[in-house]
């Protein structure tokens, strides 16, 4: 059944396609279709010519002119940076706009025409003048972002100070941050024709503020400007480190304070755990600097019973550390 049903689907495609053929060629040797034909090469034609002549009439459009200073010694360091491009509207013929267009065009200075006593001036006229020379001597400039350049630059090697990195962040529940923040550039070269560098001794980045870390995160963060003072680089990452907390035990022996002169104090017990919550990559350290202590300066001196316990001193990198119990029971012995 299925090769039947393949031939009888063979035979009405054929069958159409015979069709479609048979009116196309009628739809082709119609006088309709010959004046629909010509009636659009007259519209294609009409509007080609209406192009040419609009592309040649007055025409206003807007362009970014790239800034390329060229020649620039490799001892000049520029204070303030130069702006990547100028916005401006020109006017003129649509087919010169077309044509800058396609151009992209580009405002080369040349650093050794223009600079001198640690100066870059770039003139209006200057401007108006390479502006020209790019679009030609019809067009007219209407509106420009940048009026005129003036650039100052060192040619000094630059002072190296240290960063000092700011933040306020916090790590989320069960989390920790695990060490100091720290920039991926220990340091900074500062440039300046203003400012006497030998009073910087150190920059400092912006406030990194952060909350609900959970794990090690890096920040992008500018260094705070200071005026007159080129930064290099103006930007540093400042990495964030964060683990999770994990808990640990210990047996910490239980100090006797203000024990009276002439009595001796026996405890039951002498020892304490001490339970605390440390990084995870500082679960294998030991951890002895706890100091658990028994203040007897209430005491009476023929009594026995129970004294209170409390932690002292914690070391550096624990945290949330407890007493598993908070009393124990006691002897004085004269």
């Not at 009409?46 to 020649?71: C, E, Y």
């Not at 209006?124 to 067009?139: E, M, R, T, V, Y």
């Amino acid at each position: 059944m299925s090769g039947i049903n393949r031939i009888f689907g063979n035979i009405i495609m054929s069958n159409n396609l015979e069709n479609i053929t048979k009116r196309w060629k009628g739809i082709k040797a119609s006088s309709g279709f010959r004046n629909f034909l010509i009636f659009l090469i007259f519209i294609v034609l009409s509007t080609f010519f209406w192009l040419i002549i609009a592309m040649n009439d007055s025409a206003q459009g807007t362009f970014d002119v790239r800034i390329n200073i060229i020649g620039v010694p490799d001892s000049v360091t520029f204070i303030n940076d130069p702006p990547a491009s100028i916005h401006l509207t020109v006017r003129d013929k649509g087919t010169r706009l077309f044509r800058a267009q396609m151009q992209k065009p580009k405002l080369n200075i040349n650093f050794r025409d223009f600079a001198s006593g640690n100066t870059l001036r770039f003139s209006h006229s200057d401007l108006n003048g390479a502006l020209k020379s790019i679009f030609g001597p019809s067009a007219q400039i209407i509106t420009t972002s940048l009026d005129s350049l003036m650039l100052s630059y060192s040619k000094e090697p630059g002072k190296r100070v240290p960063i000092v990195v700011n933040t306020n962040v916090q790590a989320a529940s069960g989390k920790v941050i695990s060490g100091i923040p720290s920039s991926n550039v220990k340091s900074v070269l500062l440039y300046s024709t203003t400012v006497d560098l030998d009073t910087i001794s150190r920059v400092y980045t912006k406030t990194v503020v952060r909350r609900k870390l959970k794990e090690t995160t890096e920040v992008e963060i500018s260094i705070r400007p200071i005026k007159g003072v080129k930064i290099v680089p103006a930007r540093v990452k400042i990495t964030i480190p964060i683990e999770p907390l994990v808990k640990k035990t210990a047996m910490i022996p239980i100090h006797i304070r203000n024990a009276q002169q002439g009595y001796s104090i026996l405890l039951f017990p002498d020892n304490v755990e001490v339970s605390y919550f440390v990084p995870m990559s500082r679960f294998n350290d030991k951890t002895e600097d706890f100091e658990i202590s028994a203040d007897f300066s209430q005491a009476n001196a023929s009594s026995s019973g129970k004294q209170a316990v409390k932690i002292e001193r914690t070391p550096a990198g624990v945290f949330n550390a407890s007493l598993k119990i908070d009393s124990v029971e006691y002897t004085i012995i004269k």
